[in-house]
T-cell receptor
Framework: KQEVTQIPAALSVPEGENLVLNCSFT??????LQWFRQDPGKGLTSLLL?????REQTSGRLNASLDKSSGRSTLYIAASQPGDSATYLC????????????FGKGTHLIIQP | GAVVSQHPSWVICKSGTSVKIECRSL??????MFWYRQFPKQSLMLMAT?????????EQGVEKDKFLINHASLTLSTLTVTSAHPEDSSFYIC????????????FGPGTRLTVT
């Protein structure tokens, strides 16, 4: 059974810093991996999706990498801003059409002004 | 991007009553939708897979008679929490994958259920 782990569980940094969030998964046979953002009491916002054949995806200040063979992904946030404060969730899709996503427990990020 | 809506966004009900939550894909068809539950400060846990035209499949430990799922059309799935109890209070979120877009999952805004 797929398990997803995110480290750290929480992170607080001053504004402007670059930071890295880590995600690992136990079964490397994945179809894709998605990073989401969740604000308190809200739904999920998709940030980046990486296909299993890809190594990285970029969107603005965000860069996500994928090392499928080692079961790892990182989300890099450049020049962090207070508005980036949220919980960041990593989720893997193992394929098969009828399977949902397996989520990590998330990294709670606080950017101090 | 693709839009998935949920209704209601929040609901308070009394113990023993039933509550229906709707999930709609607004600009694409979804033969499959997923229902997740999220307890406070926890991650999302898949509850069940909703299949258009056939029975839903439930994850281990999820009572199918308590959480009734109906996938009425290619754009609508409903989750009915029957005989709700306070321990059913949670945040329920649905998602729909867009098959032509690398199977990217689009999530609804969630429904906050409080059972008193």
């Amino acid at each position: 059974k797929q398990e997803v782990t995110q480290i750290p569980a929480a992170l607080s940094v001053p504004e402007g810093e670059n930071l890295v969030l880590n995600c690992s998964f136990t079964d490397s046979a994945i179809y894709n991996l998605q990073w989401f953002r969740q604000d308190p009491g809200k739904g999920l916002t998709s940030l980046l999706l990486i296909q299993s054949s890809q190594r990285e995806q970029t969107s603005g200040r965000l860069n996500a990498s994928l090392d499928k063979s080692s079961g790892r992904s990182t989300l890099y946030i450049a020049a962090s801003q207070p508005g980036d404060s949220a919980t960041y969730l990593c989720a893997v899709y193992s394929g098969g059409g009828a399977d949902g996503l397996t989520f990590g427990k998330g990294t709670h990020l606080i950017i101090q002004p | 991007g693709a839009v998935v809506s949920q209704h209601p966004s929040w609901v308070i009900c009394k113990s023993g009553t039933s509550v229906k939550i709707e999930c709609r894909s607004l600009d694409f068809q979804a033969t499959t939708m997923f229902w997740y539950r999220q307890f406070p400060k926890q991650s999302l846990m898949l509850m069940a897979t909703s299949n258009e035209g056939s029975k839903a499949t439930y994850e281990q430990g999820v009572e199918k008679d308590k959480f009734l799922i109906n996938h009425a059309s290619l754009t609508l799935s409903t989750l009915t929490v029957t005989s709700a109890h306070p321990e059913d209070s949670s945040f329920y979120i649905c998602s729909a994958p867009r098959q032509g877009r690398n199977y990217e999952q689009y999530f609804g805004p969630g429904t906050r259920l409080t059972v008193t």
